[in-house]
């Protein structure tokens, strides 16, 4: 068995390596409020993938964590508006079974793997061409 | 591999441990993480406060240090908003020689001896050298709106 | 960082007190823990272009190469570490059972999990040289009064199914062998067993030492050398006529029997056992004394720790940025990005006591011999029959002063892990490596910046803070690299939320912020893109575009040229393995080898 990092450590881990920029795969994070010692509240932003509708575009998304994560998954949702499956259309919420990376949830998965993810989903071939909404909206 | 045996004979004499003013007890069922608290120094601006913190032991404790946080808000130059501190012995100078009460001990000693020229709060570390009495005042009154107080603690016991 | 505050008062346990400040103790570093997870899940979206649309030029797929390799690269980094640790766990099994220094083991009795990267061969030939304490069964309780039988039935509860009597037992009662399977009668057809162990240690070392190729070599070398083992023990008579003249044995020798003067050497050794002050364990009081300080250490703690890794000097850190944001680019720029692989450094191990920089240790044995020697130390008195020293110097004699690190008793962290320069002068490498890449990038981007008509404020920002950027993917500056200007939260200062309906425009602006931002660069506020023009912004962000198309190349070339590097040197290692097997020393050759499979991870992590 070995050590079962708690939540917080976790959280404040990512936390970390967030802010030494080390998310080199065009995506970044860190917490909306940097007063909050729970920790549950993130920014994520998303360099849209080259060569797709999304290229130079930014997303940004809201991420929440909750008390059990990260046993269980964050809650992601799109602040820009975006048109990709998996991502709810009225609210810009995340269904994250809908992301192979991260489907069958396990804890030692990140936010940046959810972002990471969400960005290789956005690339898709099957996905990359998609129509996507004027750019600077939100959900 | 079960827990280290260290790690349990730690856990043992810190249950017998008193009169130093920490306290640290098992969260839930993670035997290397603890649920910590400090009661400040006498003579400091935290002084008559109970602060809350957690500890965990990784992995490779005690090659590695524990990692500690302050869950209660402080107003300290080298404790940060999210209550991480800046101590030399949780960083570069771990030695495994050093235990959970040692690490503690030091915490408490750094309330007694805040040192605004190595900050990890920059606004705090400013604040404190330009005034520090204000300052001062401001870290008792944190201390008096955030932390537990003292009185409590004996009354809970 | 350093906030040494109330050390004194501190430090009361155990035993010293650990007053004084020391340079930064390496053993405080934390050690290397096997990537986890990521390759477990390996879901890709396939690049099937089956659709026409093919994207023009290939960066879609190098994108998406990128990701592949890595994964591909980190699932074959733990199968191979998988396999090793399975022919570890084998080889430990093999020498629980059939080897041991004075009632000690020569493999790590399992107080620490993580993986050992020190050079098992120099540790197992110190201690059968009696200069390093074998690694002796720690208990987790003792007592004063405890008797013969109750001492021996601890250390047997601890060992449970690596008893190597009990093995002996079961072993010796499925053999037909008439041999008495009396654990106290001196076993003498035991004597031959160093052949077998010596080629045992040999692939021990090859596979244990490195993760890199060598273990699929090892790992189809051991079970010959196994089974050679097995027979030998097995079948004692036949084997001492037999074997020998395969291989002569590098002058070891084995001592038989667990009796010293008529009692269990464990009764002997742990009658006043003492509590190693690190793992909290307690061990026959022949344990390692620290050179310095004379405080006692068992070897299963002495093995971990070790040097820093690479880093740079504490006092080198980049300065807190946050108040003033605006030279800290320019400062950054001015240090230069080649002089930092020079001034990566590696400061040895210091006592977890006293602090004394070049932490090392002496041993002196207990005054009876058993188990594995060498020859040369055979012909002392034979440890069953009689207890008189069989070394010079008498055991629990308190030294007074301390030795100096290059004491020839005296062994060091470094001895053990003799790679140590090895790892650093690699590390220098690949620091200037990436430096002249970072160099080269930092070129590009400054000849595009010349070529637009703007000079408005993104574009030199962006010029100076690409180096930083690519400083900070640099794993020697990123390892030390201090947190953002706004140290508390790793908000994005730009991150879209400033206004939930951007204003026409602004979205230009958000980009070039955010994405400044998002490569890693916290762009002063001050410097603002509002001002520039609108073609200004367009360069912005084809230039953007551009460079992360060429980081994205850079990084696949560094790994190519790294993977490269790494098999050349595998071939290397190969031949000279091949050339000379039996040489005595292999350490300089595991050195090698472990620095291609640190090239390999470090590309796997940070490429």
């Known amino acids: 068995m070995t050590a079962k990092v708690p939540r917080n450590f976790r959280l404040l881990e990512e936390l970390e390596k967030g802010e030494k920029g080390l998310g080199a795969d065009g995506c970044s994070y860190g917490l909306t409020d940097s007063d909050d010692v729970m920790m549950s509240k993130w920014n994520g932003t998303i360099l849209g993938p080259p060569h797709s509708v999304h290229e130079n575009r930014i997303y940004s998304l809201e991420i929440y964590c909750g008390d059990n994560y990260p046993d269980s998954p964050p809650q992601v949702r799109f602040i820009s508006k975006i048109n990709l499956p998996g991502v709810n259309g009225t609210d810009g919420k995340v269904d994250l079974s809908k992301l192979p990376r991260v489907a069958n949830w396990n804890r030692d998965y990140t936010m940046e793997r959810i972002l990471v993810g969400l960005r290789e989903h956005m690339a898709h071939p099957s996905h990359r061409k998609l129509p996507q909404p004027a750019e600077g909206q939100t959900f | 591999m079960s827990l280290p045996k260290r790690i349990l004979k730690e856990t043992e004499r810190l249950r017998n441990e008193k009169d130093t003013g920490i306290k640290a ?72 020689a050093l235990q959970i009460r040692t690490v503690l001990l030091s915490i408490q000693a750094l309330l007694g001896a805040p040192n605004p020229d190595d900050p990890l709060a920059n606004d705090v570390a400013q604040k404190w050298k330009e005034d520090e009495n204000a300052a001062k005042a401001t870290a008792r009154q944190w201390t008096k709106e955030y932390a537990k107080k003292v009185s409590d603690q004996k009354e809970e016991a | 960082m350093g906030n040494s505050v109330g050390r004194e008062r501190s430090y009361s346990n155990p035993g010293n007190g650990v007053g004084g400040s020391g340079g930064s103790a390496g053993a405080g570093r934390p050690f290397v823990v096997p990537a986890s997870g990521s390759s477990r899940h390996r879901h890709h979206h396939g690049i099937v272009i089956g659709d026409g649309e093919r994207p023009s030029g290939n960066a879609f797929t190098r994108h998406e190469q990128r990701y592949r390799d890595r994964e591909a690269r980190e699932a074959a980094k733990a199968e191979k570490e998988r396999l090793a640790a399975i022919e570890r766990e084998k080889e430990r099994e093999r020498s629980m059972r059939e080897e ?103 692939s021990y070392t090859s596979d244990t030492s490195s993760t890199s190729a060598n273990s699929h070599r090892a ?22 006529i037999a074997i020998p003249t395969q291989q002569l044995a590098p002058g070891e020798a084995v001592i038989p029997g667990r009796q010293v003067d008529g009692r269990h050497v464990w009764a002997v050794l742990y009658k006043d056992a003492l509590e190693c002050p690190i793992c909290f364990l307690y061990y026959p009081p022949y344990l390692n004394k620290t050179r310095c300080c004379d405080q006692e250490i068992c070897s299963e703690c002495f093995v971990q720790i070790k040097r820093a890794d690479p880093h740079l000097p504490d006092h080198h850190q980049e300065p807190s940025t946050s108040s003033n944001p605006a030279s800290a680019p320019a400062a950054q720029s001015t240090t230069g990005t080649t002089g930092n692989a020079e001034l990566l450094t590696s400061e040895p191990a210091s006592c977890p006591f006293c602090k004394e920089t070049d932490f090392g240790v002496t041993y002196t044995p207990p005054p009876f011999r058993l188990g594995l020697v060498l020859q040369s130390q055979q012909n002392s008195p034979p440890a069953t029959t009689s207890s008189s020293p069989a070394s010079p110097s008498t055991p629990n004699v308190r030294r007074h002063h301390h030795l100096p690190h290059n004491a020839p008793q005296v062994v060091t962290t470094d001895q053990i892990r003799p790679d140590w320069s090895q790892k650093l002068a690699h590390a220098r490498a690949q620091a200037a490596r990436r430096a002249a890449a970072a160099t080269a990038l930092h070129t590009a981007a400054f000849l595009m910046n010349s070529t637009a008509s703007s000079s408005s404020n993104p574009l030199t920002g962006l010029t100076s ?44 602006e ?98």
């Not at chain 3, 051991?222 to 084997?239: D, G, M, Q, Y």
């Not at chain 3, 950027?469 to 640099?474: A, G, K, N, S, Y």
Request: proline share 7%; charged share 25%; aromatic share 4%.
């Open chain 3, 100 to 202: 041991n220094v004075d009632g000690g083991f020569l493999v790590t009795q399992g107080v620490y999990t993580g993986a050992e990267d020190f050079k098992h061969k120099i540790v197992r030939q110190l201690m059968i040289e009696r200069r390093l304490a074998p690694f002796f069964k720690g208990l987790s309780d003792h007592e004063d009064d405890w008797t013969d039988e109750e001492l021996i039935a601890a250390v047997k509860a601890e060992l449970g199914e690596n008893d190597p009597e009990e093995n002996e037992k079961k072993g010796k009662g499925k053999e037909s062998t008439a041999t008495s399977p009396s654990s106290s009668t001196p076993n003498i057809d035991h004597l031959t067993v160093p052949i077998a162990s010596r080629s045992r240690s040999h």
């Open chain 3, 510 to 607: 958000l980009l070039s912020t955010a994405g400044l931002q998002l490569l890693g660069i916290n762009q002063p506020r001050s410097s603002s893109a509002g001002s520039g023009s609108n073609q200004a912004q367009q360069v912005v962000r084809a230039r953007m575009e551009d460079l992360e198309e060429m980081m994205i190349m850079e990084a696949i070339r560094l790994s190519l040229a790294e993977e490269e590097e790494r098999k050349k040197r595998e071939a290397k290692e190969q031949q000279k393995k091949d050339g000379s097997g039996s040489s005595g020393d292999g350490a300089g050759g595991e050195g090698s080898a472990a620095n291609a499979t640190s090239s390999g991870e470090t590309v796997g992590s940070s490429g």
């Open chain 3, 219 to 240: 790992s189809s070398n051991n079970p010959a050398a196994r089974l050679r083992s097995k027979t030998l023990s097995n079948s004692p008579k036949v084997s001492s």
């Open chain 3, 465 to 508: 803070s690409s180096r930083r950027m690519l400083r900070r993917v640099d794993p020697a500056t990123g390892a030390s690299s201090p947190s953002a200007p706004n140290s508390g939260s790793g908000t994005p200062q730009n991150g879209g939320r400033s206004s939930p309906n951007p204003r026409p425009g602004q979205s230009q």
């Open chain 2, 25 to 96: 007890t098992i969260h839930g069922d993670n035997l290397r993480y603890f649920d910590v608290e400090i009661n400040g120094p006498e003579g400091s601006p935290y002084e008559g406060g109970v602060f809350e913190l957690e500890l965990f032991l990784p992995e490779d404790y005690p090659m590695s240090p524990p990692k500690v946080r302050f869950l209660t808000k402080i107003y300290h130059p080298n404790i940060d908003r999210l209550g991480r501190i800046c101590l030399d012995i949780l960083k570069n100078n771990w030695s495994p």
